[in-house]
């Protein structure tokens, strides 16, 4: 995969919604409307953006078998049988939050698990809310950007992936992604799930976060 600009989500938690939202909600209108509204028009880019990572700069790398020590609450990983081939787990990372240390599995270039503890609820309807794209039949009208899932009884909210066309030519990727929250432990009152699959759909994300253990 040919390393290219990042789209930051910040310390994947509620900011996250609200970043890709606004990175999306340029899409491909904003290559299409080049062709009517006289901006001169670039050739497309080969450019695109690599996975989306954490930003935090507090955060550090550690081995697996740390994390697991040093976790107050379960780090759970996905059934391998369920991952792509060559999806091996290749970092760990430890970042802190508000309510305790979140931790992001990252198996190799594609997929990422994060685990974020958190004393806020997730609100569904106020983040299908806060989230959407352009209608681009209707540019007035906002279509959502989230759909909403089910893993194992428990609600969640997902994109498959998508590109942006910028007015410059460079192409800003968008991995798929499905946000849920389960129960916390330790005095934690939740745990916030984000999984990113560079280019996998929901439909896959669906069946890994099925796996977790």
Not at 92 to 100: K, M, Y
Not at 103 to 130: K, S, V
């Amino acid at each position: 995969m040919v390393k290219k600009s990042r789209v930051s989500t910040g310390t994947l938690i509620i900011g996250s919604l609200l970043a890709v939202a606004l990175l999306t909600s340029l899409m491909l209108a904003q290559g299409k409307s080049n062709q009517n509204d006289g901006v001169a028009k670039n050739p497309v880019s080969d450019s695109k953006s690599v996975f989306i990572p954490p930003v935090n700069p507090a955060a550090e790398t550690i081995d697996l078998e740390e994390a697991r020590s040093r976790a107050k609450y379960k780090l759970r990983e996905p059934d391998a049988s369920i991952l792509p081939a060559d999806a091996k787990l290749t970092k760990v990372l430890v970042q802190p939050q508000a309510a305790g240390e979140g931790y992001c599995l990252f198996y190799g270039d594609e997929i990422e698990l994060a685990m974020d503890p958190t004393n806020i609820p997730m609100d569904i309807e106020e983040e299908l809310a806060l989230t959407y794209k352009p209608d681009l039949a209707k540019p007035n009208n906002r279509l959502p950007l989230y759909k909403r899932f089910e893993i194992n009884g428990i609600p969640a909210i997902g994109h498959n992936p998508t590109e942006q066309i910028m007015r410059d030519g460079v192409i800003n990727h968008v991995p798929g992604v499905l946000i849920w929250q389960e129960p916390g432990a330790n005095g934690i009152k939740y745990i916030r799930y984000t999984l990113y699959g560079e280019n996998l759909p929901v439909s896959e994300l669906l069946k890994i976060a099925k796996s977790l253990k």
